[in-house]
């Protein structure tokens, strides 16, 4: 079976009825999203805050009920996706350009459940650009004083256009040499006037469940 399908789907384990789940964004927890489907067809009650519109739809089409933050306050648990992991389970994400919602509503969440492939398991954050949602105005302003952070930073193209988020940012997707403290980053990132918000998640996860090669499964505890 498939890294991510096999981590995706044992994420449900988690989900108990009557809960108000996080539903994140990606090619793992499609298939936490998809599993949820099959069980709220047979009966499970729970509803579902999304963070893309492409997770909504998909939501959607898998029966899921939905709800938004003006009718609840509190999420159960969110179960999300990741582009890096460290030892510590700090978390890159924003691969997909869905940070921001992500981030709030893993923030809304009493537990933060991540699922990934092994391949995403790393000593270090920052082998992958990390993704930064920007305001289109001061654009040229704003990526001047992230590369003063001391990485690369591009605009994310997409068909040949400027990448927009669901908010109608743009992200840039900024190359560290490695980031070492993930947390001083994150505040000196989002000091500068035009981030709105950064791909960095620290001292937020739960569980990290990674898919392996042979089909098994295993899940690292966090202090989240
Ligand atoms: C989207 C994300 C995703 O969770 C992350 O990119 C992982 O995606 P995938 O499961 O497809 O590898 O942060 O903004």
């Known amino acids: 079976m498939d890294k991510k399908q096999i981590a ?25 999203i998809k599993r949820l489907g099959v069980l709220v067809s047979e009966g499970l009650r729970v509803s579902g805050i999304p963070t893309s519109l492409k997770t909504e739809k998909l939501a959607k089409a898998c029966g899921i009920p939905l709800v938004s933050f003006k009718d609840v306050r509190n999420i159960d648990i969110t179960i999300d996706g990741a582009d890096e992991v460290d030892p510590n389970l700090n978390l890159i994400k924003g691969g997909g350009g869905s940070l921001l919602r992500e981030k709030i509503v893993a923030f809304a969440s009493k537990s933060l459940i991540i699922v990934v492939d092994e391949e995403k398991l790393v000593n270090r954050l920052g082998n992958f650009p990390l993704p930064v949602e920007v305001t289109p105005f001061g654009i040229e302003n704003t990526l001047q004083k992230i590369t003063g952070l001391g990485c690369e930073a591009k605009l994310r193209m997409k ?27 994150s505040i ?37």
């Open 8 to 32: 995706g789907e044992a994420a449900v384990g988690y989900i108990e009825d009557g809960m108000t789940i996080g539903l994140g964004s990606g090619s793992t927890v499609y298939w936490t």
């Open 159 to 185: 068909d040949n256009q400027l990448f927009l988020t669901d908010n109608n940012n743009f992200i840039a997707d900024c190359k560290f040499k490695n980031i070492e403290f993930p947390s001083k980053l």
């Open 188 to 224: 000196e990132l989002n000091q500068i006037p035009g981030v709105i918000e950064n791909g960095l998640f620290y001292d937020i996860v739960n569980k990290v469940i990674i898919g392996s090669e042979n089909s098994s499964v295993r899940t690292l505890e966090g202090s989240g």
